[in-house]
C-alpha cells in the first residue's frame, strides 16, 4: 500500500477553512484515498474518500491533485469540536479484510 | 442501534495475567480489525480477520490472541507475553470500501 505524508499539527481559528494535505506519492492507480478524524480517546470516524474527482459531503470536502499525489482535506467552517488528529490513508478499494495502516496523523486546533 | 460496541471501557490488569476484551458488532460486516494505540501515536494493527474462522497477523501480534468464531464477535486476549500491554485498544469492522467503523475503545492499565 502507499504510505503516506502528513504535517505533524496545525492551527486554525474558528470559522474559517481548515486546509490538511497528505502526501501520497507512491500512490497506484486503483487505491483510494481516504480520511478519517480521531477525537481525544475516542475511536476514529470515518470522514471522506475518494479515487479522482474532488468529492464534498456534509463533513467536508476532499480535493485530489489531478497526477493524484497528495491531497487536501477541507472542513469548510472549522468549530472548536473540529479539534483531532486527522489521518489520510491510501488503499486499494475491495471487498473483506484489509491492513488500514493509519500512521500519526495531523493534530489539528482550532483556536477560539 | 447498528454499531460496533467495546467491552469494557476501562481495564485493570495484574502482571502476568490474561485478560480478554471484547468486541461486539451488529453491521453485518465481514472484516474486523483490533489496533493498538499508544500515548501520541498512530493505531498499529494487531490483527484482522476476513471471515469467520480466520484472521491474521498484522504489525505488532507478539504476545496476543484472537478468535473468530462467529461474524458479530472478534475478542483480543493480550497474554503475559506482552511486555507492555498498557495501551488504548480500538476495534473495528467494515464491509465494502474500507469505510471503517470504530468502537469506542478500551484502556488497559496494567497494576
Known amino acids: 500500500d502507499a504510505k503516506t505524508t502528513q504535517p505533524t499539527s496545525m492551527d486554525c481559528a474558528e470559522g474559517r477553512a481548515a486546509n490538511l494535505p497528505c502526501n501520497h506519492s507512491?500512490?497506484?492507480?486503483?487505491?483510494?484515498v481516504y480520511w478519517y478524524r480521531q477525537i481525544h480517546s475516542q475511536g476514529p470516524q470515518y470522514i471522506i474518500h475518494g479515487l479522482k474527482n474532488n468529492e464534498t459531503n456534509e463533513m467536508a470536502s476532499l480535493i485530489i491533485t489531478e497526477d493524484r499525489k497528495s491531497s487536501t482535506l477541507i472542513l469548510p467552517h472549522a468549530t472548536l469540536r473540529d479539534t483531532a488528529v486527522y489521518y489520510c490513508i491510501v488503499r486499494v478499494l475491495q471487498t473483506g479484510a484489509n491492513n488500514l495502516f493509519f500512521g500519526t496523523g495531523t493534530r489539528l486546533t482550532v483556536i477560539p | 442501534d447498528g454499531g460496533i460496541t467495546q467491552s469494557p471501557k476501562y481495564l485493570f490488569r495484574k502482571e502476568g495475567q490474561n485478560v480478554t476484551l471484547s468486541c461486539e458488532q451488529n453491521l453485518n460486516h465481514d472484516a474486523m480489525y483490533w489496533y493498538r494505540q499508544d500515548p501520541g501515536q498512530g493505531l498499529r494493527l494487531i490483527y484482522y480477520s476476513q471471515i469467520v474462522n480466520d484472521f491474521q497477523k498484522g504489525d505488532i501480534a507478539e504476545g496476543y490472541s484472537v478468535s473468530r468464531e462467529k461474524k458479530e464477535s472478534f475478542p483480543l486476549t493480550v497474554t503475559s507475553a506482552q511486555k507492555n500491554p498498557t495501551a488504548f485498544y480500538l476495534c473495528a469492522s467494515s464491509y465494502r470500501e474500507n469505510k471503517a467503523f470504530f468502537g469506542q475503545g478500551t484502556r488497559l492499565t496494567v497494576v
Open positions: 507512491t500512490i497506484s492507480g486503483n487505491e483510494y
